[in-house]
């Protein structure tokens, strides 16, 4: 089983619905992300948080809202979708305590807004 | 705030010819600097990073990468290129005493057989 896990891995919507992207995690990871992947633009950060009280806005979090319901589970909603949030999602993991800092991916979540 | 660029989108290499992908950044302080790579349809997997110490880093399937503070450079290299390597590719920096990363807008590898 993935350490990331990222449900549902594609969806299709239409502008205006309420989409809710899940992750959860087996690492025992306290820092989780969600970043948004666009051809050419690389990642983006939209909302990070280092614990369970924790959450913070990124660069492009317009649009957006977040939830860390335990250490493990942390998902990103789209209260009310847009066509330009049609992206690649990945949900990552990090560790704290360390200096090193490398984040672990899930598999993504395709997302398309007619 | 700190910047990644990877001044190239596309990378093509003969198989068996080394591989050099560029990367350079921007950062307040000391960097950390690593390389992700992403085969199709699948997430980021962590290559390589630099933190502190040889200029020179060793990371997964035979790439390295030299770290270049004078050139604020951090090249993601391989000797003998495979097939296999075709991918995209991603450079990312953080600043110390932050987690959270930023990164390039991505390189795309394609070695031809």
């Known amino acids: 089983d993935a350490d990331v896990t990222q449900t549902p891995r594609n969806r299709i919507t239409k502008t205006g619905k309420r989409i809710m992207l899940e992750c959860s995690q087996t690492?025992?990871?306290?820092?989780m992300y969600w970043y948004r992947q666009d051809p050419g633009l690389g990642l983006q950060l939209i909302y990070y948080?280092?614990?369970?009280?924790?959450?913070n806005k990124g660069e492009i979090s317009d649009g957006y809202s977040v939830s860390r319901q335990a250490q493990a589970k942390f998902s990103l909603s789209l209260e009310s979708a847009i066509p330009n949030q049609t992206a690649l999602y990945f949900c990552a993991t990090g560790r704290s305590g360390g200096p090193t800092g490398e984040l672990f991916f899930g598999e993504g979540s395709r997302l398309t807004v007619l | 705030a700190q910047s990644v660029a990877q001044p190239e989108d596309q990378v093509n290499v003969a198989e068996g010819n080394p591989l050099t992908v560029k990367c350079t950044y921007s950062?307040?302080?000391?960097?950390?600097l690593f390389w992700y790579v992403q085969y199709p349809n699948r997430g980021l997997q962590f290559l390589l990073k630099?933190?502190?110490?040889?200029?020179l880093v060793k990371g997964s399937y035979g790439f390295e990468a030299e770290f270049n503070k004078s050139q604020t450079s951090f090249h993601l290299k391989k000797p003998s290129a495979l097939v296999s390597d075709s991918a995209l590719y991603f450079c990312?920096?953080?600043?110390?005493?932050?987690?959270?990363?930023?990164f390039g807008a991505g390189t795309t590898v394609t070695v031809r057989a």
């Open positions: 630099y933190i502190t110490g040889d200029n």
């Open positions: 948080s280092f614990d369970v009280k924790d959450i």
């Open positions: 990312a920096v953080r600043p110390l005493g932050d987690y959270k990363l930023s």
């Open positions: 690492k025992g990871h306290d820092r």
């Open positions: 950062v307040s302080g000391n960097p950390y």
